[in-house]
């Protein structure tokens, strides 16, 4: 399995773009007769929902496992945001063909956004899938699990308008048992016109939450020293106790009726005031949302972590609007310098980025580039554009940007941001930062590994420090993606 996983990874670093994580389940052995193996791709809220759909499965007599050649069932919990991002699901059902060949008992399900966006075509097209499950159908996976060995294919891609999983505790698959995720929302309702998230998530709808701070609250009691709160627009989270439906509430507001909610300043809030040294992180925030009352709350808390993922997309405003961001360049400007005006420059800012959209000319790339230089990204994702079947963009716009220019785009796009990163690293030199200690580093047993709050990944001696410890470190080198220091107390 090693082997087919570094295959995938080298393929991805050639292809330019950057390396899609996958995650597999570790072994865990509570006495249940049978075997789950869930391999994950995509974002970290697909990333947070395997470990939902482990504790569902978990309750229905299974253990997780890191062999699929003994798994009762394997679960891949797909992405479609890019192309790429499926076939790479395809390839690995492809091999997952011969071990299905060694033990015809087993179980195949493809969950998550592939799952939702493809339906019953799947098992046309991948005959060794058994099961096809939607993001909002979890619950209904020991059902349909039961149907598929009773020798029949099963399908539920129901999308909910209320699902939020907010009572199922989450079996931490991948954790260093200091860091956790906790989603705090599902959906979209965003509509950017390159996305599939909408159609594969549904509705945007906010988690109770007191589930959320009874989630972080556990967390902290186990041990954990950090939570980072998920969904793919934070700032729009609202919720209230009289009714949890996001149309009501904006009705109510537009007729100027008074409704308690909490929103997402109060929620970060309350999850900080949990305890001062568990670190409270967010993402994704949406430049057309984020508010100075966020802003504000993370400034007020020295444990709400001052990074922001903040994705322009563009810097371009005809591209950003034939992208449905709506957001100009100048309002993006804008919220930028709120950041370091409230913030300073010590906060990082991250971003994802996408080369070659429909129809962008050349000046409009420069934009871009333009707009790197401005907010200086201590961090980007980057990608060129992938079109997407039945999204706006798909529909309304032709995908003319040849491969190659959407390439060499990128390629200026990546070489800005090593560049920036490099200079925004720079800056930490000779500085005392607290570094909340992970585990050992990747490179050295003799070294640990930790984050800054700007989320810098720094590596210092070991010195009989322990993960889960807040230690000073005066940082003392750095390259493009790391620091290098010692602790000082
Ligand atoms: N909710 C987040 C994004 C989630 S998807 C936000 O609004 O920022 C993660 C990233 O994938 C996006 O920010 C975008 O940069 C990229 N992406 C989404 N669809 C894409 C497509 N069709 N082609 C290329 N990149 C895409
Ligand atoms: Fe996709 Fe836009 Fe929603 Fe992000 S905000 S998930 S990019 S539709
Ligand atoms: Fe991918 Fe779905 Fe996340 S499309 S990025 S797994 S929401």
């Not at 409270?280 to 057309?288: D, L």
């Not at 322009?312 to 005006?341: F, H």
């Not at 570094?435 to 050992?440: A, D, K, P, S």
């Not at 590596?459 to 790391?482: H, M, R, W």
Request: proline share 2%; aromatic share 8%; net charge negative.
């Amino acid at each position: 399995m090693e082997n087919i996983i570094q295959d995938i990874d080298i393929l991805d670093r050639n292809s330019q773009e950057a390396t899609e994580t996958i995650e597999t389940s570790k072994e865990e052995n509570t006495g249940k007769k049978k075997k789950l193996y869930i391999e994950s791709y995509g974002c970290q809220m697909n990333f947070a929902d395997s470990e939902v759909v482990s504790s569902i499965m978990k309750d229905n007599g299974y253990d997780t496992t890191s062999d699929f050649e003994t798994a009762d069932v394997i679960f891949l919990n797909t992405c479609s945001i890019r192309e790429k991002a499926e076939l790479t699901v395809r390839r690995r059902l492809g091999q997952f063909n011969k071990v299905k060949k060694r033990n015809p008992d087993m179980t195949i399900g493809v969950l998550g956004c592939m799952a939702e966006r493809l339906k019953e075509q799947l098992l046309e097209e991948e005959k060794i899938v058994d099961v096809v499950v939607g993001p909002d159908a979890y619950r209904d996976l020991p059902n349909l699990v039961q149907t598929a060995e009773s020798g029949q294919k099963a399908v539920n891609t129901f999308l909910s308008r209320e699902e939020t999983y907010a009572d199922i505790s989450p079996v931490r698959l991948n954790s260093n048992g200091v860091s956790a995720f906790i989603s705090i929302m599902r959906g979209c309702d965003n509509m950017c016109s390159f996305c599939v998230v909408p159609f594969t998530r549904g509705r945007e709808r906010s988690r109770d939450p007191y589930s959320i701070v009874k989630e972080a609250e556990d967390l902290f009691d186990q041990g954990y020293k950090e939570v980072t709160l998920l969904g793919q627009n934070v700032d729009s989270y609202k919720w209230s106790e009289d009714e949890n439906n996001k149309a009501w509430l904006e009705k109510k507001e537009k007729k100027g009726e008074e409704v308690q909610v909490v929103n997402f300043a109060n929620l970060i809030e309350m999850v900080a005031k949990i305890a001062p040294d568990l670190r409270v992180r967010f993402s994704t925030s949406h430049p057309k949302d984020i508010t100075d009352e966020v802003l504000h709350t993370m400034k007020r808390y020295d444990n709400i972590c001052k990074c922001l993922h903040l994705p322009a997309q563009s810097g371009n405003s005809r591209v950003l609007d034939l992208m449905n961001r709506t957001y100009t360049r100048e309002w993006y400007i804008n919220r930028v310098d709120a950041v370091r005006e409230i913030l300073g420059q010590e906060c990082a800012i991250t971003s994802d980025m996408i080369a070659g959209f429909c129809s962008e000319t050349e000046e409009e790339h420069q934009e871009t580039l333009t707009l790197m230089d401005y907010v200086k990204y201590d961090f980007s994702y980057m990608f060129f554009y992938s079109e997407r079947p039945g999204t706006l963009a798909a529909k309304k716009f032709e995908d003319d940007i040849p491969l190659e220019v959407k390439k060499r785009r990128l390629q200026e796009i990546i070489n800005k941001q090593q560049a920036t990163s490099l200079e925004r690293n720079k800056l930490d030199l000779g500085k005392i930062q607290t570094v909340l200690i992970e585990g050992t580093s990747k490179r050295s047993e003799e070294q640990l590994q930790g984050r800054t709050t700007a989320n810098k990944v720094v590596i210092f001696p070991k010195e009989g420090f322990k993960k889960g410890q807040y230690v000073n470190v005066l940082i003392e080198d750095c390259s493009t993606a790391t620091l290098f220091g010692k602790v000082v107390s």
